[in-house]
């Protein structure tokens, strides 16, 4: 069988390619599916980059080339690629059950067949501007989390919301990344979606733009909020209106 050396386009001498946040985590997702490569993946979880070996053969063509890459930068890649797998694994496609990691924590090669082949191109420069517009921030996450949880269990109070996100927004570098799995987690417990595009981008712009990512971050969680108590708000009035009315 031939290898397979699908590897994705360089990036050029500035920055990422146009587009590679959104390409990269669609991608992890649907590797996911794949046992092998999610336990890969999940090593990631709280260690720096010197003892994620496993991860290595799947993250490392995706990072940008051609330009000194701030190690920030790389670990933001290595992270949310080990977030993103860091969940059960029936949130994934069926994928084959053959391939796994060895007895060194090595994902397991078939036939010297990289099991998983990897994009040749990322989007244009017209989707990586469509992409900003649509994103949304972790504040909204943390806002619609709060308003779809009440009574459920795993629920996220509105403290424990704002507590949390507060937090992270006052973190360096070195903090964000410790802190964050556990919220991102925290999240996933109340079944909420995480727009992991939009955060490897606040991940990788963090050391030299937090304050205006946690601007942004606190923005959206409290209009966000302010917003959907509004609309349940209204949605209860119509209700007590309809009870209430004569019949006709």
């Given at each position: 069988?031939?290898?397979?050396?699908?590897?994705?386009?360089?990036?050029?001498?500035?920055?990422?390619?146009?587009?590679?946040?959104?390409?990269f985590t669609q991608w992890v997702t649907g590797v996911?599916?794949?046992?092998?490569?999610?336990?890969?993946?999940?090593?990631?979880?709280?260690?720096?980059?010197?003892?994620?070996?496993?991860?290595?053969?799947?993250?490392?063509?995706?990072?940008?080339?051609?330009?000194?890459?701030?190690?920030?930068?790389?670990?933001?890649?290595?992270?949310?690629?080990?977030?993103?797998?860091?969940?059960?694994?029936?949130?994934?496609?069926?994928?084959?059950?053959?391939?796994?990691?060895?007895?060194?924590?090595?994902?397991?090669?078939?036939?010297?067949?990289?099991?998983?082949?990897?994009?040749?191109?990322?989007?244009?420069?017209?989707?990586?501007?469509?992409?900003?517009r649509q994103g949304t921030s972790l504040g909204a996450?943390?806002?619609?989390?709060?308003?779809?949880?009440?009574?459920?269990?795993?629920?996220?109070?509105?403290?424990?919301?704002?507590?949390?996100?507060?937090?992270?927004?006052?973190?360096?570098?070195?903090?964000?990344?410790?802190?964050?799995?556990?919220?991102?987690?925290?999240?996933?417990?109340?079944?909420?979606?995480?727009?992991?595009?939009?955060?490897?981008?606040?991940?990788?712009?963090?050391?030299?733009?937090?304050?205006?990512?946690?601007?942004?971050?606190?923005?959206?969680?409290?209009?966000?909020l302010s917003r959907s108590q509004r609309e349940q708000?209204?949605?209860?009035?119509?209700?007590?209106?309809?009870?209430?009315?004569?019949?006709?």
């Amino acid at each position: 069988m031939t290898e397979n050396t699908a590897r994705p386009a360089p990036a050029d001498s500035s920055a990422a390619k146009p587009g590679r946040s959104r390409a990269f985590t669609q991608w992890v997702t649907g590797v996911c599916s794949d046992p092998g490569a999610r336990a890969a993946l999940r090593t990631g979880v709280r260690r720096n980059l010197d003892h994620v070996r496993p991860m290595h053969r799947l993250v490392a063509p995706w990072l940008p080339t051609g330009r000194h890459l701030p190690e920030s930068e790389e670990r933001a890649y290595y992270l949310i690629a080990a977030m993103i797998a860091d969940q059960p694994r029936h949130s994934f496609a069926a994928g084959p059950d053959d391939d796994d990691l060895d007895e060194d924590g090595e994902l397991v090669m078939t036939n010297g067949q990289h099991p998983l082949p990897l994009p040749q191109d990322t989007p244009n420069t017209q989707s990586l501007q469509q992409d900003r517009r649509q994103g949304t921030s972790l504040g909204a996450a943390f806002a619609r989390a709060v308003v779809k949880s009440p009574g459920r269990e795993g629920e996220m109070r509105e403290s424990t919301a704002e507590t949390r996100l507060n937090l992270l927004t006052r973190q360096s570098v070195n903090g964000l990344f410790r802190h964050l799995p556990g919220s991102v987690r925290y999240l996933r417990q109340t079944d909420t979606d995480i727009d992991f595009a939009q955060l490897l981008d606040d991940l990788i712009a963090w050391p030299t733009r937090s304050g205006r990512i946690s601007r942004h971050w606190l923005q959206d969680y409290y209009q966000q909020l302010s917003r959907s108590q509004r609309e349940q708000t209204d949605k209860q009035d119509a209700e007590e209106l309809l009870r209430t009315a004569p019949n006709a």
